[in-house]
């Protein structure tokens, strides 16, 4: 069992930045494919990036390519995500997620992972 416990939502302006953490409860951090999803009133939860343990790979979405950068501390148990330049489309729910035995094509799907943080509300509005 994994507990994932995100921090750092708040409200802020378009334009501005915030940086979201995750931190997960297990000794074998390493040994998990970690991403970010994120939720907004009303839709589906959707894909934002994610951290491949095999060889490091990190993905996005076309949305928020260039924009956020996903970084993982294997030694503090830790992944965070620096969204830069937000837009009001960015407001949602944001949750950390991860899977031991995701496979390639579920990097991007909520189906490849089994752990799921309580997720941190991102605000962007003038």
């Known amino acids: 069992q994994v507990q994932l416990v995100e921090s750092g939502g708040g409200l802020v302006q378009p334009g501005d930045s915030l940086k979201l953490s995750c931190v997960a409860s297990?000794?074998?951090?390493?040994?998990?494919?970690i991403a970010w999803f994120r939720q907004a009133p009303g839709k589906e939860r959707e894909f934002v990036a994610a951290h491949r343990k095999t060889g490091g790979y990190i993905y996005y979405a076309d949305s928020v390519k260039g924009r956020f950068t996903l970084s993982r501390d294997n030694g503090l148990n830790t992944v965070s995500l620096q969204m830069n330049s937000l837009k009001s489309e960015d407001t949602a729910v944001y949750y950390c997620?991860?899977?031991?035995?995701?496979?390639?094509?579920?990097?991007?799907?909520?189906?490849?992972?089994?752990?799921w943080g309580q997720g941190t509300l991102v605000t962007v509005s003038s």
């Open positions: 297990t000794s074998n951090f390493r040994t998990y494919n």
């Open positions: 997620a991860a899977g031991s035995r995701t496979i390639l094509s579920q990097m991007s799907s909520t189906s490849g992972y089994d752990y």
